[in-house]
């Protein structure tokens, strides 16, 4: 099972978009990369799922480079309400690894 | 369409009791996974059923834990004789038939606190 590496904090301000790089060194072929986001006292939310390339919903852009070896999950013009913990993971079936993730901290 | 729900949202518990959480999935969805969180971590995979089945428990301790999801009613977690080191949130996922990656969709938790 793939292991990710993201930062454990970032912080940005309100109206940027924000950037948050996942490192997958050992991804698997049949492997997706998903990005959930979690708010206190809250179950984590689905945000993004690609396998390759570039995806994009009403909420998030990822990109996936050809290797596959990291994502980058892109939030544009972030609102103070975005301010949770962003988890990447990989994993080919239910089998998920959840890291610690990344404490986003959005200031006005 | 309702999403995940879980009840009861906090429970607490003395050590020794027995805390049952329960788990309804989203309307549609046969498949169920159970979840630790410690606080500042990350979540920790515990069991995954389908209706009647379990089909994998690997994250589960062997003892005082069981998991269920009958063929009616919610999915139920059972912690026997729980301990202080129980206390965590527990959340509850579900999805569609698993016939690759499909997306797991949470319910709120359950807090338990053991005294």
């Known amino acids: 099972l793939a292991k990710t590496t993201q930062p454990i904090s970032m912080d940005s301000y309100e109206g940027q978009e924000v950037n948050i790089t996942c490192s997958h060194n050992n991804i698997a072929t049949n492997d997706y990369i998903t990005w959930y986001q979690q708010f206190p006292s809250q179950g984590p939310r689905f945000i993004i799922q690609g396998y390759k390339t570039k995806v994009t919903n009403e909420v998030a852009s990822l990109f996936i480079p050809a290797d596959r070896k990291s994502s980058t999950l892109s939030l544009p013009r972030v609102s103070l309400s975005d301010t949770a913990v962003y988890y990447c993971?990989?994993?080919?079936?239910?089998?998920?690894?959840w890291g610690a993730g990344t404490k986003l901290i959005i200031k006005p | 369409n309702a999403g995940v729900m879980q009840n009861p949202r906090h429970l607490v518990r003395r050590r020794g009791q027995e805390a049952r959480l329960r788990c309804s999935p989203m309307k549609g969805h046969s498949h169920v996974y159970w979840y630790r969180q410690l606080p500042e971590e990350g979540l920790k995979f515990m069991v995954y059923l389908q209706k009647e089945n379990i089909i994998d428990e690997s994250g589960m301790p062997k003892e005082r834990f069981s998991a269920e999801f009958p063929k009616e009613g919610p999915s139920i977690l059972r912690i026997q004789q729980v301990v202080r080191g129980d206390s965590a949130a527990y959340f509850c996922a579900s999805s569609p038939p698993v016939t690759g990656q499909e997306t797991q969709y949470f319910g709120p938790g359950t807090r338990l606190l053991v005294l």
């Open positions: 993971l990989v994993g080919g079936n239910y089998q998920l690894i």
